[in-house]
């Protein structure tokens, strides 16, 4: 079946118009599972990082025979490293479950943002006729588009919850008939 074939049996079904025909077929969008697991595993790395350095900074301090201001300087810096990379490895591992948790689902009735994680859901629907603006925003390298409802509702995708939420925007503008704005 050709696309204008495909167009013309939708159009004679009652639907005449392209965001109707965008609408009635559900999507459902998720991140990247590569991306989800490169998160992890890079938490992973962070804390055989972490006890590398802390090793390293063992080493320079031990035998404290040896020690010396230069010495005990620079294993105080390996151990702020190692602090930091260790600090990292909890947060690289939530944001990767995190975000093995987020969806968005568009159907023939509005987008449902499903944006918590099982202890703390977020869930928020918005029917397409609910829908007031699509605002974009930059926030340093982040990326955020802000989808508006009328009653006040606000759902956020960025660059942290999502690969592309510039792509995600733009399902959304599509299946609204509105643009994204600069905000």
């Given at each position: 079946?050709?696309?204008?074939?495909?167009?013309?049996?939708r159009?004679?079904?009652?639907?005449?118009?392209?965001?109707?025909?965008?609408?009635?077929?559900?999507?459902?969008?998720?991140?990247?599972?590569l991306?989800?697991?490169?998160?992890?595993?890079?938490?992973?790395?962070?804390?055989?990082?972490?006890?590398c350095?802390?090793?390293?900074?063992?080493?320079?301090?031990?035998?404290?025979s040896?020690?010396?201001?230069?010495?005990?300087?620079?294993?105080?810096?390996?151990?702020?490293?190692?602090?930091?990379s260790?600090?990292?490895c909890?947060?690289?591992?939530?944001?990767?479950?995190?975000?093995?948790?987020?969806?968005?689902?568009?159907?023939?009735?509005?987008?449902?943002?499903?944006?918590?994680?099982k202890?703390?859901?977020?869930?928020?629907?918005?029917?397409?006729?609910?829908?007031?603006?699509?605002?974009?925003?930059?926030?340093?390298?982040?990326?955020?588009?802000?989808v508006?409802?009328?009653?006040?509702?606000?759902?956020?995708?960025?660059?942290?919850?999502?690969?592309?939420?510039?792509?995600?925007?733009?399902?959304i503008?599509?299946?609204?008939g509105?643009?994204?704005?600069?905000?």
């Amino acid at each position: 079946m050709s696309t204008p074939e495909f167009l013309d049996s939708r159009q004679s079904a009652g639907i005449n118009s392209q965001i109707e025909i965008n609408r009635a077929q559900p999507v459902v969008v998720r991140n990247s599972r590569l991306l989800i697991g490169a998160t992890l595993i890079m938490s992973l790395f962070a804390a055989l990082i972490a006890i590398c350095l802390l090793l390293l900074a063992m080493s320079l301090v031990f035998p404290l025979s040896d020690l010396t201001i230069d010495r005990a300087r620079s294993a105080s810096l390996w151990l702020l490293y190692a602090t930091v990379s260790a600090c990292s490895c909890p947060w690289l591992w939530s944001v990767g479950w995190a975000m093995a948790g987020y969806q968005i689902q568009l159907n023939s009735s509005g987008v449902e943002f499903r944006l918590g994680t099982k202890k703390k859901p977020s869930n928020l629907f918005l029917a397409w006729d609910q829908i007031s603006e699509i605002k974009r925003r930059r926030l340093g390298v982040d990326q955020q588009y802000l989808v508006h409802g009328i009653d006040g509702s606000e759902a956020i995708i960025s660059s942290v919850r999502f690969f592309r939420p510039k792509k995600v925007a733009r399902l959304i503008a599509a299946r609204t008939g509105l643009t994204i704005q600069k905000g």
